[in-house]
């Protein structure tokens, strides 16, 4: 089966079922709305076997692009909304890319490839036009998950890998069903919203209430208006939910009712004053639309505070982990009586773990293997023999233990990838790439960094003795530009030092982060 295909099945399985809930479309309306798109593919020269770029916020014409792409025999190639034409052409030219469906807003002048208005008004749809005949393996996806400069990874997703994803999501079926309303807020070029939005709606009949913005008073207004089923978000957008119920409760005088809920609960019932819990649940429900029966969390790990905060106001709070080269949610965590911090759950169907070199406290490296996991990074031979082995297991690079439960839980990272809060993915190495082009520059670390309690790129740089902080500043913050801002390095430290580096002449980044806490970098820049 390939992507189109599963469409099919779903739309013959619930053809009045609403899938795009706001636009009040159903499964098989949107079966028509791909073939009409890819009529007009078709006639901007998309055939078999091309790679077309979708560019698109969270609107009805993505998804519908998306399929038709998948119709007509084409790849996908998933691009960052936040990124800059300079990282635009070379993720194009990378991946042999000659034609991007975009909002108009994103149009500029490019040699690399042609845009295709993905707001245009389709036609009717070309009788003459069949599904392509795709294979399982054939890709259907690519996404860069390396950053999009320098020399990037690539992940190429075939349709058996998403249609495994989605077969792997029916180990949610107790908290989703048929006519559903999943909330689609998360950006369908992440592979996280790609997962829910998508995937598992595909696999459960249920709707996808599209939100191509994160404005907060639209958001609510949603929750207010379609009453949502299932909320996935990344776990910061939970944190700031709660502290605005908190900071709400207090206002009014509530907050006392609220924090004895959360600590006495399960006693309050035992002693027959059940009714106030309920009470305090259903007001904490309905700021939600009052229907709300999942919270997913993926992206980082959630503050243990924040799923105890809602499991104990009677919302199911699950934590999703998995990587761009596993389809997204390859562990899915289970409420449980007895919860663990940053536990995220075990292995969904048809995947499999081991943990390795693990320490004295049963921390190890998590390698997992199965239907989900891609198959190799796009002409990169190098990084592939690093990250698989023999057996076909795949290194993820994170580090984790295992509880009694059999949960795992996140205890660090291997590798140097930076998660900020947001759940947004800032890659080192492509920082680092950019940076020593800077003249007077000798070498650099950027690391992960805490700066007033928030996660920030941060960097560390070797300069020739006649360079100045403000010559660096004004460097820096030239070659930020290149890059999407939430990438930005705005925080630094400069030496005239050498950093410390192995036999390979890697830099030893865990030592230089260890350096700037010791206070050994004294010029940084807060």
Same mark, same amino acid.
């Given at each position: 089966?390939?992507?189109?295909? %599963?469409?099919?099945?779903?739309? $013959? ?25 890819? $009529?007009?593919?078709?006639? $901007?020269?998309?055939? #078999? ?10 609107i009805p014409q993505m ?13 996908? &190639? ?19 890319? /000659? ?42 996806? &690519? ?46 070029? /992440? ?52 502290? #605005?119920?908190i900071d709400t409760a *207090? ?16 006693? %309050? ?43 104990? %106001? ?19 965590s289970k409420p449980l ?71 795992? /839980? ?97 830099? *030893? ?15 940084? *820049?807060?």
């Amino acid at each position: 089966m390939n992507m189109y295909q %599963l469409l099919e099945k779903a739309a $013959a399985t619930w053809p009045d079922n609403l899938f795009l809930v706001r636009e009040g479309v159903t499964f098989s309306g949107f079966v028509e709305l791909v073939k009409r798109r890819a $009529a007009e593919l078709h006639a $901007a020269g998309v055939k #078999r076997g091309d790679i077309v770029g979708v560019l698109s916020h969270n609107i009805p014409q993505m998804p519908t692009t998306m399929f038709a792409v998948w119709y007509l025999g084409g790849t996908v &190639l998933l691009l960052d909304t936040n990124l800059t034409p300079f990282e635009y052409d070379n993720m194009t030219s990378t991946t042999d890319c /000659h034609i991007v469906a975009a909002e108009k807003s994103f149009f500029y002048k490019t040699k690399k490839f042609k845009f295709f208005d993905i707001t245009q008004p389709d036609g009717k749809a070309n009788g003459r036009l069949k599904p392509a005949p795709l294979e399982s393996l054939d890709v259907a996806t &690519l996404s860069f998950t390396s950053g999009s400069t320098g020399k990037p990874k690539v992940v190429p997703l075939t349709h058996f890998n998403l249609i495994e994803c989605s077969n792997s999501l029916d180990d949610m079926r107790e908290y989703i069903g048929a006519g559903d309303i999943m909330y689609g807020f998360l950006p369908m070029y /992440h592979i996280f919203g790609f997962a829910v939005e998508l995937l598992a709606t595909l696999h459960y009949g249920a709707g996808v209430l599209l939100q191509p913005t994160v404005n907060p008073k639209e958001i609510m207004a949603d929750f207010k208006q379609f009453r949502p089923h299932a909320i996935p978000a990344v776990p910061r957008l939970f944190e700031v939910i709660r502290n #605005r119920i908190i900071d709400t409760a *207090k206002s009014q005088n509530k907050w006392w009712l609220v924090n004895g809920v959360l600590k006495y609960g399960k006693f %309050l019932r035992m002693i027959g004053l059940g009714f106030i819990v309920n009470k305090v649940q259903n007001e904490i429900r309905a700021i939600f639309g009052g229907r709300v029966s999942l919270l997913i969390a993926g992206g980082a790990a959630t503050k243990p505070e924040v799923e105890t905060f809602y499991e104990r %106001l009677g919302l199911r709070f699950i934590q999703g982990y998995g990587l761009t080269e596993t389809v997204g949610p390859v562990c899915i965590s289970k409420p449980l009586k007895k919860r663990f911090p940053f536990a995220f759950g075990a292995p969904t169907t048809n995947n499999e773990c081991e943990i390795r070199d693990m320490n004295e406290d049963g921390v190890g490296v998590l390698w997992i293997r199965g239907h989900q996991v891609f198959g190799g990074y796009l002409n990169n031979p190098d990084a592939n023999e690093v990250v698989f082995d023999e057996r076909g297991f795949f290194n993820t690079g994170d580090m984790v233990s295992m509880d009694k439960n059999g949960e795992l /839980h996140f205890a660090g990272r291997k590798k140097q990838v930076i998660v900020l809060d947001s759940g947004k993915n800032v890659y080192p190495d492509e920082l680092e790439a950019l940076f020593m082009k800077i003249p007077g520059v000798n070498n650099v670390a950027v690391f992960e960094h805490k700066i007033k309690d928030k996660t920030v790129a941060y960097g560390v740089f070797s300069v020739e003795p006649d360079m100045t902080l403000e010559k660096l500043s004004a460097a820096v913050a030239n070659a930020n530009k290149k890059v999407a801002s939430y990438k930005w390095v705005t925080h630094f430290a400069m030496t005239t030092d050498d950093l410390p580096t192995t036999s390979t002449q890697k830099i *030893k980044h865990h030592i230089v982060r260890q350096n700037l806490i010791d206070g050994k970098y004294p010029t940084r *820049k807060e």
